[in-house]
């Protein structure tokens, strides 16, 4: 029966989006009942244009997410561990920080041009602040008196860090990659609007360009499936990785 | 293999406040001594030093040859709380302070020390699943599997029940006999003290100094309800009352 429960919602709202449709709540071209949909899901398909735009699509959001949270997790961990860095690096952070991420995108466009590169780089700036900032909250909150069992070993600072600080700072990290994942899918939306040819963004652009709300309910149902399975992978990994941790939602593993 | 412990003259201050006032103590090998005193009068702290992480003082500590100005692996400390790796699992905590971890020698090490502090079948559980006494245990073992020369317990369990407090002195007590560490303990426990030491050494309100040192003549292994110690027990407590009267009150 729990593995039911998380299905009940999804049904009730497909349901309650059949009903108003059949009942004429919703007029068909407004919402289109889920059989169009997925007709037309069908019809991309069989011209291959679905595949390419959910390759495309999941190929920058990887290549974006790859790229920000590997910089956040090296900035991140140099940040975390040294006084110093931190002193010198920690304000211009913050400050870039509470530049709202999509102001970038102009500048990007500019700068980079409108093929790959401008698109990529915008899901990575996306990714990198959430990684970034949690990891060094995480590193900061790393209990001291564990470090100090550490240092009664006499172990070097690198062998501190690396079996002391970035374990205890690894639930921050993986909570950080998964609010960077969902930046990624955010913002490889709001780069397919700017003059791309393919991709679940563009899609919906291009969708609405031609009165197509059958094919914008394929672009939105397809961004909510890859968002949610991505997600769920870096779930299972947190899972699987902070087994130790003593919390609520460890409680049931255990 | 252990090594006497001697410390001359121990002054520190907290920035105006004046904690250790020239502390003097000499520990012979594998001897257990246990040092107690009013609340905040600078017990942890001395172990603190001892222990090489706080290096800010005047005097002089030695171990064996060696003077302290640091960590060091010949030292082990065992803290109030079981302060283990939550992260890692019984074994891999014990393992922890071992150079070479990965290896079959350190791994039988380990099993063998488990066992020692009875939680030989618990090498594979996480902290989380542990007991406050368990997890007090592990803290044991991992400090005993380097085979410190000194071994410094701050108020080891003083976070535990009667029951399972006496339980693990008398683990602490095992353990002492098998690898012979000379032995420092903090507690406010008078029992605990005359129970586990050879010599109890008594301190005075900060800053701290040593007024009193009592030996506990009786053989090991000693019944807790042996009238000497009882006597003892009588003894610490006037001398500390005589001390500073709001004690009464702590033990």
């Not at chain 1, 449709?21 to 889920?34: I, K, S």
């Not at chain 2, 603190?48 to 030292?75: H, K, N, Q």
């Not at chain 2, 693990?168 to 000379?182: E, G, I, K, V």
Request: glycine fraction near 8%; hydrophobic fraction near 50%; include cysteine.
């Amino acid at each position: 029966m729990r593995r039911l429960t998380p299905w009940i919602l999804p049904a009730a709202i497909v349901a309650l989006w059949w009903g108003s449709v059949a009942t004429g709540v919703f007029a068909a071209y407004q919402l289109p009942p889920p059989p169009v949909v997925i007709e037309a899901a069908a019809n991309l398909w069989s011209r291959g244009l679905l595949q390419r735009d959910l390759v495309t699509t999941i190929g920058r959001v990887l290549f974006g997410f790859v790229i920000g949270s590997t910089a956040a997790l090296v900035l991140g961990t140099v940040t975390g561990l040294s006084r110093k860095v931190s002193d010198a690096v920690e304000p211009t952070m913050q400050a870039l920080r509470t530049v709202p991420t999509l102001a970038w995108a102009p500048l990007l466009l500019l700068w980079l041009g409108i093929d790959e590169a401008p698109k990529v780089t915008l899901v990575a700036i996306g990714a990198f602040f959430p990684v970034y900032v949690n990891l060094v909250a995480g590193i900061h909150d790393v209990d001291r008196t564990l470090i100090e069992v550490a240092r009664v070993y006499d172990l070097s600072s690198a062998a501190i860090a690396r079996r002391v600080v970035i374990p205890a700072s690894l639930p921050n990290l993986l909570t950080g990659l998964r609010l960077g994942l969902s930046q990624s899918w955010l913002f490889v939306v709001v780069a397919e609007f700017f003059g791309a040819s393919a991709g679940l963004g563009f899609r919906l652009t291009d969708s609405q360009q031609s009165s197509r709300v059958d094919l914008m309910f394929v672009g939105l149902l397809g961004l909510a499936i890859l968002g949610k399975v991505t997600d769920m992978i870096l779930h299972a990994i947190e899972d699987r990785t902070l087994r130790w941790r003593d919390t609520i939602a460890t409680q049931a593993l255990a | 293999m252990s090594t006497p412990l001697r410390l001359d003259q121990i002054r520190k201050r907290y920035d105006a406040t004046e904690v250790l006032a020239g502390v003097d103590l000499e520990v012979e090998p594998s001897e257990i001594v246990a040092l107690v005193g009013p609340s905040g009068c600078g017990k942890s702290t001395l172990l603190r030093l001892v222990s090489g992480l706080d290096v800010r003082f005047d005097g002089r500590i030695a171990v064996g040859d060696r003077e302290v100005r640091g960590p060091d692996r010949t030292v082990g400390v065992v803290f109030q709380e079981p302060r283990l790796f939550p992260w890692l699992s019984l074994a891999d905590n014990v393992a922890f302070g071992l150079p070479d971890r990965g290896s079959d020698g350190a791994k039988a090490l380990v099993r063998e020390t488990l066992g020692v502090v009875g939680l030989a079948d618990f090498a594979g559980a996480l902290p989380k699943e542990l007991s406050g006494g368990m997890a007090q245990r592990a803290a044991l073992a991992r400090a005993l599997v380097t085979e410190p020369q000194v071994l410094l317990l701050d108020e080891p369990f003083s976070s535990l029940d009667a029951f399972t407090r006496m339980r693990l002195q008398d683990h602490l007590l095992a353990a002492w006999a098998r690898y012979r560490p000379t032995l420092v303990l903090v507690t406010h426990d008078l029992d605990e003290a005359v129970y586990l030491a050879d010599r109890v050494v008594l301190f005075s309100d900060r800053p701290a100094r040593v007024i009193d040192v009592l030996r506990v003549a009786s053989r090991r292994p000693r019944d807790r309800r042996d009238p000497n110690l009882l006597g003892l027990r009588v003894a610490l407590l006037e001398a500390l009352h005589l001390e500073r009267s709001e004690l009464s009150a702590v033990v």
